[in-house]
């Protein structure tokens, strides 16, 4: 067993165990490559800043936000502030004016941290409109301060002001001082049902995370991470650290548009995702062999059938594959599947953590029958992130989430809700004692709103409960289980089920515009725009027999009746999707309220 050090002094033990080997890369976008950072200049950038803090004058266990994407700079920052016992709250990139707003008040934030031009723009709104906030700290050298700005500082200058260097003494007294009870982080959750509740996570939450998934996972210094999710989410943020506990190399994404160029550039053994992107990952294959004429269907097909044969149902069962099959497997891995990890840049891959929402089992099968090991887990920002988690070397079910994690107590309350108790689960939300007291019962059990049953050893989720819809017929629906099936139909992209005080189920599709668009023109049915195209009744037929076709298994009050295609995709800028890319129902409820009262008048 490895005794990983605790944040506050967690780099700089690195530093002392790897010195210049590489802890971070990033790309800079102007000379149009991957740069560099040792674990030594990541502690000494880290140690400045602590210093520089402290010339600030940022008090022990004070809030402070770091407001950006995806930055080694975020990291910096993270790690000076648990040296000298102050706490960060990271901000979505994305977050409103009226969020961050909120945020500085609630958690009475002086210092913001701010990445690019977009963010330091929205916080010199909320500073000049009047609030907690005193000043700003901008990574971005090329940020154009407002020329009202005269308090806002760069990072680079405030790292090179050698005076700060006086600080050092006291920022290893409070390093020092640092006790397990004090906050780390404040993470606001992202709000689909209301105002953001900020989750409190403490040093030891963190310790007994990365030491609970010690042995767990076949990660090593030796892995090379891509991060792609934002550090603001909990997954992400967790598993970063677990990562620089390990002393892995981790290739920071700083733009999740790039996310496939950079996967394509580092070649990652690990990297963390949600489901959404494997989604697209398997929607780009069914689309090569539809694109690829019948041999190369045929030889894709082939391939993931014998891979899920090899994969699923031995390997991951726990069984070894008799000679045959290893040897057909061997053909396809170097004829096919390799070729499609290839260009995936996944050639070197190890296994990729997947969580955050529900995987479309067949989603699951298809990234398990190339030879990628999908790590399935659940969890919560209430839990320091996982609560279960595929075990490799142990038989793993599509469809569960994993098993539980060490130190983590968990059991079933009303309505089959997983509660949880431990170490890694917090003590409540900060400032608001009425949630914390709905949220975590006098026995200390704190209630997840997902339902879910034990077998075998794996946990399986199967709703949430706060999420389901009863029909005007008393029937109950778990919208995000018909979602998860119907998702995987190749010209849809997402959809949103509608039941709640219904008299049947409908949904609102957001259709796969340019391949439904191919095969309309293909049955003479030519649109020439998408309001066109989603308004045709031929399409509304054939979306709605594809769908039937894969809702059979389901009773017949939970099966889809009528769909509307929706010609714009969701988006955060509409408010329509929270930061973590969770849809709002209610806004998309509101939004579409006349289509949808219109589909139940007709019926």
């Known amino acids: 067993m490895q005794n990983h050090s605790p944040l506050p002094i967690l780099i700089h033990d690195q530093a002392r165990v790897y010195g210049g080997r590489v802890a971070l890369r990033y790309r800079d976008y102007d000379a149009e490559c991957w740069k560099d950072i040792s674990w030594q200049t990541f502690s000494a950038n880290v140690r400045r800043l602590a210093c520089a803090m402290l010339a600030l004058g940022v008090r022990e266990q004070e809030n402070m936000a770091v407001f950006s994407q995806n930055k080694p700079e975020v990291l910096y920052t993270?790690?000076?502030?648990?040296?000298?016992?102050?706490?960060?709250?990271?901000?979505?990139?994305?977050?409103?004016?009226?969020?961050?707003?909120?945020?500085?008040?609630?958690?009475?934030?002086?210092y913001i941290f701010v990445g690019e031009q977009v963010q330091y723009d929205i916080a010199f709104r909320v500073l000049t409109h009047g609030s907690?906030?005193?000043?700003?700290?901008?990574?971005?050298?090329?940020?154009?301060?407002?020329?009202?700005?005269?308090?806002?500082?760069?990072?680079?200058?405030?790292?090179?002001?050698?005076?700060?260097?006086?600080?050092?003494?006291?920022?290893?007294?409070?390093?020092?001082?640092?006790?397990?009870?004090?906050?780390?982080n404040i993470l606001y959750t992202s709000g689909t049902t209301g105002l953001s509740k900020g989750v409190m996570l403490t040093h030891?939450?963190?310790?007994?995370?990365?030491?609970?998934?010690?042995?767990?996972?076949?990660?090593?210094?030796?892995?090379?991470?891509?991060?792609?999710?934002?550090?603001?989410?909990?997954?992400?943020?967790?598993?970063?650290?677990?990562?620089?506990?390990?002393?892995?190399?981790?290739?920071?994404?700083?733009?999740?548009?790039?996310?496939?160029?950079?996967?394509?550039?580092?070649?990652?053994?690990?990297?963390?995702?949600?489901?959404?992107?494997?989604?697209?990952?398997?929607?780009?294959?069914?689309?090569t062999m539809d694109e690829g004429g019948q041999l190369r269907r045929s030889a894709i097909e082939d391939a993931l059938r014998v891979g899920h044969e090899y994969n699923v149902e031995y390997l991951m069962k726990g069984r070894r594959p008799?000679?045959?099959l290893r040897m057909q497997y061997a053909l396809c891995d170097s004829t096919v599947i390799s070729v499609l990890k290839k260009r995936l840049g996944l050639e070197r891959a190890n296994f990729f953590p997947t969580a955050g929402s529900a995987i479309p089992p067949q989603v699951e099968d298809f990234v398990h029958s190339v030879g990628l090991t999908m790590v399935a887990g659940y969890g919560l920002t209430e839990s320091t992130a996982t609560v279960s988690l595929?075990?490799?070397?142990?038989?793993?079910?599509?469809?569960?989430?994993?098993?539980?994690?060490?130190?983590?107590?968990?059991?079933?309350?009303?309505?089959?809700?997983?509660?949880?108790?431990?170490?890694?689960?917090?003590?409540?939300?900060?400032?608001?004692?009425e949630v914390t007291e709905l949220s975590i019962d006098a026995d200390g059990w704190f209630h997840t709103g997902d339902a879910g049953y034990m077998k075998d050893g794996e946990?399986?989720?199967?709703?949430?409960?706060?999420?389901?819809?009863?029909?005007?017929?008393?029937?109950?629906?778990?919208?995000?289980?018909?979602?998860?099936?119907?998702?995987?139909?190749?010209?849809?992209?997402?959809?949103?089920?509608?039941?709640?005080?219904?008299?049947?189920?409908?949904?609102?599709?957001?259709?796969?515009?340019?391949?439904?668009?191919?095969?309309?023109?293909?049955?003479?049915?030519?649109?020439?725009?998408?309001?066109?195209?989603c308004s045709n009744e031929r399409v509304i037929h054939f979306m709605m027999y594809r769908i039937d076709t894969l809702q059979q298994e389901f009773a017949s009050y939970e099966q889809v009746k009528k769909i509307i295609?929706?010609?714009?995709?969701?988006?955060?800028?509409?408010?329509?999707?929270?930061?973590?890319?969770?849809?709002?129902?209610?806004?998309?409820?509101?939004?579409?309220?006349?289509?949808?009262?219109?589909?139940?008048?007709?019926e």
């Open 78 to 110: 993270d790690f000076a502030a648990y040296a000298i016992r102050a706490v960060t709250i990271p901000l979505y990139a994305t977050n409103s004016e009226m969020q961050v707003k909120y945020i500085v008040s609630d958690a009475g934030i002086r």
């Open 132 to 184: 907690f906030l005193e000043k700003l700290i901008i990574f971005d050298p090329k940020v154009n301060r407002n020329p009202e700005d005269t308090t806002s500082i760069y990072l680079h200058e405030l790292l090179a002001d050698e005076a700060h260097d006086a600080y050092l003494d006291e920022v290893q007294r409070r390093t020092a001082a640092v006790q397990e009870t004090d906050l780390a």
């Open 204 to 287: 030891g939450m963190y310790s007994a995370a990365i030491a609970a998934h010690e042995g767990l996972l076949p990660l090593t210094d030796k892995d090379v991470i891509l991060d792609f999710l934002p550090f603001t989410h909990v997954f992400e943020r967790a598993w970063a650290y677990l990562c620089l506990a390990t002393g892995c190399t981790m290739a920071i994404n700083l733009c999740p548009a790039d996310v496939l160029r950079s996967l394509r550039e580092v070649h990652p053994t690990c990297m963390c995702a949600v489901p959404r992107f494997w989604e697209k990952v398997y929607a780009a294959v069914m689309q």
């Open 322 to 324: 008799p000679l045959g």
């Open 390 to 433: 595929d075990r490799v070397g142990q038989p793993i079910s599509v469809g569960s989430v994993g098993r539980v994690l060490p130190g983590v107590e968990l059991r079933f309350g009303e309505n089959n809700e997983v509660l949880l108790r431990g170490k890694t689960i917090t003590s409540g939300y900060y400032r608001k004692a």
């Open 459 to 533: 946990l399986f989720l199967t709703d949430r409960i706060k999420d389901l819809f009863k029909t005007s017929n008393g029937k109950y629906i778990a919208p995000q289980l018909i979602e998860s099936k119907l998702c995987v139909d190749k010209y849809i992209d997402q959809i949103v089920v509608v039941a709640e005080q219904r008299k049947f189920v409908s949904a609102l599709v957001i259709p796969q515009y340019d391949m439904l668009a191919a095969v309309a023109r293909e049955h003479g049915v030519d649109c020439a725009t998408r309001e066109e195209l």
């Open 565 to 602: 295609l929706l010609p714009e995709p969701l988006s955060l800028a509409k408010g329509e999707l929270t930061d973590t890319l969770k849809v709002k129902r209610r806004v998309l409820y509101q939004r579409y309220k006349e289509q949808i009262d219109r589909m139940y008048e007709e």
